[in-house]
């Protein structure tokens, strides 16, 4: 009897969460959401904390078509990213259930803000040039104009500290996903999915150092000057070398489990 009882309740369960009761997304309703992850690392000290939430706002032209657009917001350090993604989603479930399988794609772009140490050079190819220059003159003067240009380089160093800049950068981004919401009640429903993102990086290959010539002039009253332009930032992307070859485009692929829950209307 006990077991004919527990064979009654189970069956009664599992009807509960097949059955329609209304708990299941349709054509024409909209659908607010957010998800999102966050890690906090707790073994290399060198690593740090670093998130993702993802708002998410969408129609569904049918029960199983959905298409939104979600917001991106990013941390990781002192690096933010925020960007827009397009979304498309096919829901596989079956009528009724409270359990949702999903497919997905979400193509967007996004910003990356990140901090750089930057400290302002002086150019190989004029430190050269003066240094050439100063070898054709006579030898009586050469020991003066060396000791005088290597001042110069201290100095120039010394009026241009390292310092951290900000820089952002547009990027574009694509994403695939494989997911299931479950329907914890008519409206409302938990999320979770796995999603690899693809971001084509080629614009982070940068050099931001302020680059400036220096140079000699002279002579004027018998006596030869040496000193430095204004530093200049090239702000040119530089390819990236990889085992022997240059690679145009850097490609940075990535995966994360997401959480979050939606309210359908």
Do not use: C
């Not at 032209?61 to 959905?66: I, V, Y």
């Not at 498309?88 to 399988?101: A, D, M, T, V």
């Not at 994403?175 to 008519?186: T, V």
């Not at 930032?233 to 485009?249: A, L, R, W």
């Amino acid at each position: 009897m006990r077991m004919l009882r527990t064979l009654i309740v189970m069956t009664a369960a599992y009807a509960m969460a097949t059955i329609p009761v209304g708990a299941q997304q349709k054509g024409g309703d909209k659908e607010l959401a957010f998800q999102g992850q966050v890690n906090i690392p707790f073994q290399n000290a060198s690593d740090s904390t670093n998130g993702t939430i993802l708002p998410r706002f969408g129609y569904y032209l049918t029960r199983r078509n959905f298409v939104g657009v979600e917001g991106l917001g990013s941390f990781s350090g002192a690096n933010q990213t925020l960007g827009v993604n397009f979304l498309y989603r096919f829901y596989f479930g079956g009528r009724g259930s409270k359990l949702q399988p999903y497919l997905g794609a979400a193509p967007g772009y996004t910003a990356l803000r990140m901090s750089e140490l930057v400290q302002a050079q002086i150019t190989p190819a004029s430190l050269a040039t003066v240094q050439s220059q100063i070898a054709q003159l006579p030898a009586s003067i050469q020991a003066g104009l060396f000791t005088a240009l290597a001042t110069q380089e201290a100095s120039f160093a010394a009026a241009n500290p390292a310092r951290k800049q900000a820089f952002t950068t547009w990027m574009p981004q694509y994403s695939g996903e494989l997911g299931f919401k479950y329907y914890a009640s008519q409206k409302f429903a938990f999320e979770v999915s796995y999603r690899i993102v693809y971001q084509d990086q080629s614009k982070l290959i940068t050099d931001h150092t302020p680059w400036a010539d220096i140079y000699l002039s002279g002579p004027v009253n018998n006596t030869y000057t040496i000193g430095t332009q204004p530093a200049k930032t090239s702000n040119i992307p530089q390819p990236q070398t990889s085992g022997g070859s240059t690679n145009k485009f850097q490609r940075y692929g990535s995966s994360e489990i997401l959480f979050g829950f939606s309210y359908i209307f």
